[in-house]
């Protein structure tokens, strides 16, 4: 049997903005969210926005994040750690925001297919 995840995060986004949806599969301790943003996205406010907090399995946490996306494509960056069945775990989920600019999609289609040698 397969053990259900003991974070499931979830993203709407919007032009500034993303309404995350924590989900906890497990009881969790000194749990902490912290958002980042990655190829020029930038957080606006508190990048940790949840310190040190107990979690009870089946709990959801709805968190707001505003944000200045990047030139191009842009990611925001999801953590949450904490020690959860007893041991200290880390859960990450990145989510792409706007669209890529032609360096991005040529690295894209480098990553599918590398180049010939």
């Given at each position: 049997?397969?053990?259900?995840?003991?974070?499931?995060?979830?993203?709407?986004?919007?032009?500034?903005?993303a309404h995350?949806?924590?989900?906890?599969?497990?009881?969790?301790?000194?749990?902490?969210?912290?958002?980042?943003?990655?190829?020029?996205?930038?957080?606006?406010?508190?990048?940790?926005?949840?310190?040190?907090?107990?979690?009870?399995?089946?709990?959801?946490?709805a968190l707001?994040?505003?944000?200045?996306?990047?030139?191009?494509?842009?990611?925001?960056?999801?953590?949450?750690?904490?020690?959860?069945?007893?041991?200290?775990?880390?859960?990450?989920?990145?989510?792409?925001?706007?669209?890529?600019?032609?360096?991005?999609?040529?690295?894209?289609?480098?990553?599918?297919?590398?180049?010939?040698?």
């Amino acid at each position: 049997m397969l053990a259900a995840a003991a974070v499931t995060i979830s993203a709407l986004l919007a032009n500034n903005s993303a309404h995350l949806t924590i989900r906890f599969g497990a009881e969790g301790e000194e749990v902490r969210v912290t958002v980042r943003g990655g190829e020029g996205l930038k957080v606006r406010g508190e990048e940790t926005p949840l310190k040190g907090r107990l979690v009870a399995r089946g709990e959801r946490l709805a968190l707001d994040v505003d944000f200045e996306p990047g030139p191009a494509r842009s990611t925001l960056t999801v953590e949450v750690t904490g020690k959860f069945q007893g041991e200290q775990k880390s859960f990450s989920q990145a989510f792409r925001v706007g669209r890529p600019d032609d360096e991005q999609r040529r690295k894209d289609r480098e990553r599918i297919a590398p180049p010939p040698r």
